[in-house]
């Protein structure tokens, strides 16, 4: 069947104006993922306006055998929002309502479509905040942070978007509509099925709204970013804060290359400290609004300076000193991606194996040649961020041809140290080789089994964390 005749039936199916996107400039904008390392083509791509669109799109691809891939802020970073082999590509980003805040029980019901930022903005007007925070916020949108169970900067003290999800409205792939919204905190009615599609990658159905839980803002947020002389006593170091700051929302580190890299790319950035150091740590507490609050935190950061945990500090002021050292950390994925082709792994280690893990990395990186190791993350959450980013002199085959030996050398360290293959980005295209490092057999073969009875037909991402049904 041509691609006319696909887009034509299409749009004999579907009809209402600007549905249906088939022109080759228009489908390219959705074809290529954010890191440049996966594209595909798509004979089309479909932007429904609401929840009965998602279903008329889902009956039309499934009656001209067509699979879809569900795409949102197209900001995911494994390989799983973009076509591979001809999917058409149904993109959630016009169900951009949020619909309803209910004050007394702290809940909003949103669409899918709906960008992060936008949700952060909303809520603050209500004197709320929305507790997951990540640097896509311009561009992610809840609907995709949902199907990869995104983390961000304040896991630590708030969960993962698994945690803030009471309700989901979900399109199955035989156009069924599951809606149970609600925001109950307590509904244990038989299994909780909102569970089974959160993280599920866009592979078991297509979610179109949620209820989240909204969290009153602190009166207060306490910023501070440490210089650390070694990354030695990083387990000391995140005993130390956990026992004396007990509002601890984030604890980010980016090591000494990373900072370097980021200020390459932007030339004006200073060098926090004196010096260049090993490691730099960001702390950040809620605390009350109090005038001594701040001399509380300082107080109760003192205490990291005088044991040699941190060889120097520099503690927020004002919301715009505390924004500059954010941008540091959000500053680095995104130099990252300009400076140049990364092999990127999202791992997992225990708390007491960091030290040793970052020092591996960066001798894995050297071993295999040509590669920038930069390594960040979210150390609260033992997450590190490994970017292995190709250096200039070495050709982009042999860079793409590294990949799978290092990821296989990685992981199996990584499964050694009882961690886990993937700590927010989910598995997508690009980590199914090594799902087998981090479940076992017997759970594999049970997603399978979900898989097969959610999309029997397999048209819904089909390749997202199974190569093949
Ligand atoms: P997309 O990229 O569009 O899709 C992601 C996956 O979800 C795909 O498999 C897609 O098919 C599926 N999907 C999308 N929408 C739906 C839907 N409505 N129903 C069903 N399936 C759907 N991630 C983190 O966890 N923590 C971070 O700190 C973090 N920082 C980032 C920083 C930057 C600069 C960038 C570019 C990315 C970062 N990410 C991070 C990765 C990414 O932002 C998250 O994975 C995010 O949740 C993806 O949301 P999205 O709307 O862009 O989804
Ligand atoms: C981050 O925390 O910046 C992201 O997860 C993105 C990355 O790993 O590059
Ligand atoms: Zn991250």
Redesign the pocket.
């Known amino acids: 069947m041509g691609v006319t005749s696909v887009v034509e039936q299409l749009k004999a199916e579907l009809g209402s104006p600007g549905l249906v996107l088939s022109e080759a400039d228009e489908v390219a904008a959705y074809t290529s993922?954010?890191t440049r390392k996966f594209s595909g083509v798509a004979p089309a791509v479909l932007r429904p306006r609401d929840t009965d669109e998602v279903r008329r799109c889902v009956l039309a691809c499934r009656k001209l055998g067509l699979a879809l891939?569900?795409?949102?802020?197209?900001?995911?970073?494994v390989g799983?929002?973009v076509p591979r082999a001809g999917e058409v590509v149904l993109s959630?980003s016009r169900l951009n309502k949020i619909e309803n805040f209910d004050a007394a029980s702290a809940t909003v019901q949103v669409q899918?479509g709906v960008v992060l930022q936008a949700l952060h903005e909303d809520l603050a007007g209500r004197g709320c905040v929305f507790p997951v925070d990540?640097?896509?916020r311009g561009?992610?949108?809840i609907?995709?942070?949902?199907?990869?169970n995104?983390?961000?900067?304040k896991v630590l003290r708030y969960g993962h978007m698994r945690e803030q999800v009471l309700s989901l409205e979900v399109v199955l792939a035989d156009g069924t509509v599951m809606s149970n919204l609600h925001g109950l905190k307590k509904n244990n009615t038989g299994l909780d099925l909102k569970h089974v599609?959160i993280g599920?990658?866009?592979?078991l159905?297509?979610?179109?709204r949620a209820v989240l839980q909204a969290r009153p803002a602190p009166e207060a947020v306490q910023t501070a970013l440490l210089a650390l002389d070694t990354r030695d006593r990083l387990p000391e170091l995140l005993t130390m804060l956990r026992e004396r700051l007990r509002g601890l929302s984030s604890l980010e580190i980016i090591t000494q290359d990373s900072i370097a890299l980021y200020k390459e790319v932007e030339p004006g950035t200073r060098e926090p400290f004196d010096k260049a150091y090993p490691a730099c740590v960001i702390v950040e507490e809620e605390t009350g609004a109090g005038e001594n609050e701040r001399d509380g935190f300082l107080e109760r950061l003192s205490g990291v300076i005088e044991s040699g945990l941190a060889a120097d500090a520099v503690v927020a002021e004002s919301e715009a000193q505390a924004q500059a050292i954010w941008r540091l950390r959000?500053g680095v994925?995104?130099a990252i991606?300009r400076a140049g082709l990364t092999h990127k792994f999202d791992v997992t280690v225990p708390p007491g194996a960091l030290p040793g893990f970052l020092t591996q990395m960066e001798r894995f990186g050297d071993e295999a040649g040509g590669l920038r190791t930069l390594l960040f993350g979210?150390l609260g959450d033992g997450n590190v961020h490994v970017n292995m980013m190709q250096k200039p002199e070495l050709p982009e085959d042999e860079f793409l041809a590294k990949g799978p030996a290092l990821a296989e050398r990685i992981y199996s360290l990584v499964a050694e140290l009882k961690g886990s293959i993937s700590a927010?980005?989910?598995i997508?295209i690009a980590k199914r080789a090594y799902l087998h490092h981090s479940r076992t057999a017997e759970e594999i073969s049970l997603m399978r089994g979900m898989k097969r009875l959610l999309d029997p037909d397999n048209i819904l991402?089909p390749g997202?964390l199974f190569e093949s049904a």
């Open positions: 993922d954010w891939v569900p795409q949102g802020g197209n900001t995911g970073l799983g929002s959630l899918a990540l640097g896509a561009s992610c949108q609907g995709g942070m949902i199907a990869t995104a983390g961000g900067i599609f599920s990658e866009g592979m159905g297509i979610i179109t959000d994925t995104e991606s979210h927010e980005h989910g997508g991402n997202v």
